[in-house]
């Protein structure tokens, strides 16, 4: 067995062309793992262990299971390396999207750059990007405001047709109430329905696939992203699904509403405060990754999938690619 030796590394987050955000440094084993490595990361700098893209000083990728000794993987005393999370990619599409908006007066491309630029957001913020670069966050809430017209009349909307529906499915007693989004995204509301028995809540957002950018026609909807969401509740491995359509107000605006698993948790929730018990879920999260993978599912990060009271598997949100769906 080799000896164990201390050996002290060094950390720089970065983001674009080589700028510094934060960096420390910390000691190791020589003989300890790259999970061990990706959690120090994760809790000084909130990326998921999925999120992390490390590399070496020269541009090398730091690659290797979790469970790789850092000397195996060519680490030593003073070795330095770069952090950067995975979603920068995101990050750089939405301010090509916020840019686009700005520079165009279709009326029709500026809904799609609204609409497709809030998506993105609302990933970054389930990522917890703004809080691995939270310089980045002035300049979320500035491309926020250009949309907060456009965003405040659909949500006006949006909650009127909660009103609507949820008294037609729950009674005329049922009331209604709205709450926002704890993480602090524009996108989506919390419907609160109170018949004074008991209280459900649900999660509702704008359907991503509403009007297909592939049809001509802007009444076409698309049916993928809504055939997953039940298919994924009739495999009890999703939340109970309500669709909330537009009626006279809209032919083609489709809402999704997934109401709230009791005692849900998501995984990273459980890295993140119960690291020691991430191991307790394995078979959960192989049963989640199939899932993803067999219905060629993207987005499939730990703020996306979590666990119920039960220790039952959920996956609450995805994005679909592949050809499985042309």
Known sequence: MSELVRMELFFSLQ????????????????????????????????????????????????????????????????????????????????????????????????????????RLIEDLVQARFFSTYPSFGTHRFAIEKTFLPHCDRESEQMRKLCRIHFKELYGKQVKVTFEYRKDGTVAGCVCVLDDRSTIRRFFVKTHHGARDRSSNTEYDIDLKELFVYKFLQELKIG????????????????????????????????????????????????????????????????????????????????????????
């Not at 300890?32 to 994760?42: D, G, V």
């Not at 307790?280 to 499939?300: G, R, T």
């Open 15 to 118: 983001a674009y062309a080589g700028v510094v955000h934060y960096e420390f440094q910390t000691e190791f084993d020589n003989q300890a793992t790259l999970y061990q490595l990706k959690h120090k990361i994760n809790s000084k700098w909130k990326i998921a262990d999925e999120d992390q893209n490390i590399f070496f000083e020269d541009g090398r990728q730091l690659v290797g299971r979790g469970a790789n000794s850092l000397q195996s993987l060519g680490l030593q005393d003073g070795t330095k390396l770069i952090v950067k999370h995975a979603l920068l990619s995101t990050w750089s599409a939405v301010l090509d999207r916020s840019s686009s908006f700005q520079q165009t007066d279709e009326k029709q491309l500026k809904k799609e750059l609204r609409e497709d630029a809030k």
């Open 239 to 326: 939340a109970d699904i309500d669709f909330i359509q537009g009626g006279m107000v809209s032919n083609y605006r489709v809402f999704i509403a997934s109401k709230e698993i009791a005692g849900f948790k998501t995984l990273y929730f459980i890295q993140d405060t119960q690291p020691e018990t991430v191991g307790e879920y394995i078979k959960c999260v192989n049963q989640m990754l199939f899932v993803y993978s067999v219905l060629m599912l993207a987005d499939h990060h730990t703020a996306n999938m979590g666990i119920d009271d039960g220790l039952n598997p959920f996956i609450v949100d995805f994005s679909i690619i592949g050809d499985l769906w042309v």
